[in-house]
């Protein structure tokens, strides 16, 4: 394996996307996410139109110690992994103490502790080498109160928060930390979290446009990327200017509509 991306929720939407932009510059693929018949039918695909080498692991992230598990499993077959994917995640519409608890608890496990997990456990192989790069499928949400779906944004707050911090840490190391943070995105994601015909998922940006900025940012060794314009302008121009009351509320009324 050479010029290995280690691909988290490749199966659909933005993972599925960063592996189809990877294998077209000829780099390997390690594609994770549960749903083994995509995965195995994206490799299918890669390995015919681009003749990459491709490697498939069926895992459920949110399970304890599954992380752990996926880094063993890399590491004994002596790939290497050069560039880190951490983008499974889920959200979850509601208000958050009349959703299932463990549906949130289950989102923390895979939206924040096992992206947490996979970048200690790589980032340090990657910063003895001296080189690699990591990108954090974030979020907008990252950045704003998230009434209606609470735990989801915060979550995206905490990867945010956190990948901030760790590219400050890893400067002049030769690794890269990039957190992609688009707004809503054409895929399962508002199926799986409950907001199926949702307005606010109108005119939502393609999944291959928003990896291929993600992926750019990435290359570039950016920190923060907002893919959309417009929620750049609203979040570095227009929210420090409004009230939190006012952000809370707006977003409410988007959550529900
Ligand atoms: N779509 C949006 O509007 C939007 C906006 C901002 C940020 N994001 C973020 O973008 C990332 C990718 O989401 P997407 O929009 O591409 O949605 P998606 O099409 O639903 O993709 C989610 C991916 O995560 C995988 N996944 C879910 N639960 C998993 C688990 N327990 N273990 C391992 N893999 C798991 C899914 O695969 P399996 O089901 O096969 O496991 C799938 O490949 C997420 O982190 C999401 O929060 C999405």
């Not at 456990?121 to 690699?132: E, P, V, W, Y």
């Not at 400050?168 to 054409?186: D, R």
């Not at 750049?232 to 009324?253: E, G, N, R």
Request: hydrophobic share 45%; aromatic share 8%; proline share 2%.
């Amino acid at each position: 394996m050479k010029n290995t991306a280690l691909i988290t929720g490749a199966s659909s939407g933005i993972g599925k996307e960063f592996a189809r932009i990877h294998a077209s510059k000829g780099g390997d693929l390690i594609l994770v996410a549960r749903r083994k018949d995509l995965l195995d039918s994206l490799k299918e695909e890669l390995v015919q139109k681009y003749n990459v080498a491709v490697q498939v692991i069926q895992k459920d992230l949110s399970v304890v110690g599954s992380s752990q598990e996926l880094y063993d499993t890399v590491t004994q077959n002596g790939w290497q992994v050069d560039y880190l994917f951490n983008n499974a995640g889920f959200g979850g519409k509601g208000a958050f103490l009349d959703r299932d608890l463990e549906a949130d608890v289950e989102m923390v496990r895979l939206n924040v502790m096992a992206l947490l997990k996979l970048t200690h456990l790589f980032g340090k192989d990657m910063k003895a080498r001296g080189n690699g790069k990591i990108l954090q499928t974030a979020s907008t949400a990252g950045f704003l109160p998230g009434p209606y779906q609470n735990t989801y944004f915060a979550t995206k707050a905490f990867v945010v928060s956190h990948t901030q911090g760790l590219a400050h840490e890893l400067k002049g190391s030769g690794v890269t930390v990039t957190a992609l943070c688009p707004g809503p995105v054409a895929t399962e994601f508002a199926k799986v979290a409950g907001f199926g015909g949702s307005k606010m998922f109108d005119g939502a940006a393609s999944a291959a446009q928003t990896a291929q900025k993600g992926y750019r940012a990435m290359e570039q060794g950016k920190v923060i990327c907002i893919s959309e314009f417009q929620f750049t302008f609203l979040i570095k121009v227009l929210m420090p200017f409004l009230p939190q009351s006012m952000t809370a509320a707006i977003i409410a009324k988007m959550q529900q509509s």
